[in-house]
């Protein structure tokens, strides 16, 4: 199956989550995307979650559908091979994605000497080039004293890199964008992006910074509560937890109607001078709602609960643990078109998703494993660098590149 | 200043987070990006935060600048007036973003009755189509459960919109693809995709789902320790907190060295008869790592601390409230180049930032403020559909469009 971006060639050098996220993301979208790393394997080689016998988990979910190439970037020989990939002619080539330090001969006059009009995409951690990832990014600009239990002065950090995620789809962003540029004015560039720099974007995006500014207010842990309306996290009387959303009028209306409380609310509002049926009158009245619909959850069962929602078109959801998400939510499962069931080399049959767009244009891409570290070294050497097997077989034996072996699959 | 995407144009009809972050983030790369909203505004129009009279600075975050159109969709004339934005013709026209209930007139098949090759990206909820907002999506797949203090049954949710900002980082990534796919092939197309699937694809990708799947783990929460290596939270003499990470080699390296523990280390190593050189051991001593590092932090303040870590080019960071970092942090000052002082209406002066991409073509955009509702919606209805002044007064007067009024700057 081709993809929107078929015959795209992307070479990416990248560790860990934002751009290996990236080039994956352009994998599934059909591109040819050949990350190269050295021999022993980039620094997330063995990044955990990892299989019992050390197989990393994180790798092998960020970089499928690529190709794989190791390289030992220490000789000469392995810096002309991965400059002659970045290089390589052709007007759907001379694209570059990376978050490795490209002092020398990596950097962008190094390579834009060698093809004037690279696209190259660089992500730091700091607008200065310091490091910086997710753990330090997200303290630093205020969210964990944010999150968690009201009243509680300990921090909670998140435990999705959430600002790799997002600085990931930004690298694509950037991507596409230059690629647009340079089909209309024949230019390349060198587009770079922080990775503290797109949270500090974001804090000030969603109002935070101007709620500083404008109303000095430092905003307080507030718990599972939905910031500014209402939305609350109940536990029912079977013991399973349910979150509910009154966020927009209708929302709300439908949230009122379906718990039969419309007397009691109208009462609430009164009481307190509020017009519940402003969101943010809901926000300044969330303890007293949360304690007029509870006893609603305490006396019911998920069995009862869930359809009622469904049926009334509510904003809800159970809370599960990531072992029942897997377990029970088909929407982690080939029930949902976006996934199948693929081996991964190393690990087995997994349930594995490919890209969550679907594109009416094209059949939609199933997913593909990750590679093997070096799976196609032989490979890209050949059809993408042109050279011989001769050639090649004299880079293995001076291990300038190797070839990774893949696995034989349990039978 | 022309952007990378000058030329563009693209019409969004949404609400909330995720659509309007990605017209915004393809207005900062330079698209004319028009936003259309019911003349009272759309669902979003009062989210929270809001300034003491109640001016969202939400949807100023979210909304820079974007020109803003005020139609009333519930009138024939008003749909005629969106459908002929959307389906105006020009190669570098014809896009449309939407996470709206887009039944009837304003779906796909409708739209595209009128522009044969349009490319419209449709985020919904669900993949059924079904209601679903951050604080559902998260609950769902596990997050909260494995978020917060070691050993609390109680989830907690994130505070930051995550699935939203790297959905509306995906609508970005199907817009440009779609529109390249239009360029060679001359045909448009739906693409779709779902919040809900966006989050689902990243458990996988980060391979949580393997881990449930390949290892029977269902992750505990864990504070705030970085998951499968070390990275930890101390507090100093001073009070303050930092982050400090050993993720890689190198980091942990340092950090040791640093800290003048090597010894030390070498002998936990040893006792535990665990290989602190790999990150995966390092996370099962992490305990025993940190009740052997604590005592240096809490001996040494800040300001001692601080300038060690970055003369060592160490990867850590302090925690800070959102008005600490607000109040303290260079990166959302002017003193970064991303940032600049502009007055947004209603609100005021505030540092705001423009896109964290800067592309070395061209010169930096600088941030432009939110419209004020309906700011737009004369210069658009004349520059776009070409309506003349007797026609434009005529649909003031009838209500189908308004014209937003944009508050006098205090002196």
Known sequence: MAGVLAGM????????????LAGMTLAQMGADVIRFDRPQGGLDAHRWPVTRDGTSLFWAGLNK????????MTQPAGQEIITDLICAPGPDAGMFLTNLRVRGWMDYPALQARREDLIMVSLTGTRRGEPAVDYTVNPSLGFPMATGAEG???????????WDCIAGGMVVNALLAAERHRLRTGRGQLAELALKDVASAMLANLGIVG??????????????????A????????????????????????????????????????????????????????????TALFAPWFAARRLDEVGPLFDAAGLTWSIFRSFAEA???????????????????????????????????????MGPAPAPVLGEHTEEILGDVLGLGSGQIGKLMDT???????VPKRAA
């Open 326 to 364: 897997v377990h029970q939510d088909p929407d982690l499962s080939p029930d949902n078109p976006m996934v199948s069931m693929i081996h991964q080399p190393g690990v087995g049959m997994l349930p594995v998703p490919g890209s969550p767009i679907s594109f009416s244009d094209l059949e939609r």
């Open 9 to 20: 060639r992307v070479i990416e050098g990248s560790a860990f989550v934002a751009v290996p």
């Open 65 to 72: 559908g690529k190709r794989s190439l190791a390289v030992d």
């Open 211 to 228: 709620e500083v500014l404008a109303n000095g207010v430092d905003r307080p842990k507030a718990g599972n509560s939905l910031y500014g």
């Open 152 to 162: 509680s002065t300990e921090p909670v950090a998140h435990v999705l890199p959430a």
């Open 399 to 405: 291990g300038v590149v190797s070839q990774g072996i």
């Open 230 to 289: 209402y939305g609350q996290d109940f536990v029912l009387a079977c013991g399973r937890r349910v979150m509910v959303i009154g966020l927009t009028d209708r929302q709300w209306r439908g949230l009122v109607k379906l718990l039969g409380l419309d007397q009691q609310v109208a009462h609430l509002g009164q009481r307190m001078a509020l017009d519940l049926s402003k969101e943010g009158d809901r926000w300044l009245a969330r303890k007293e709602i």
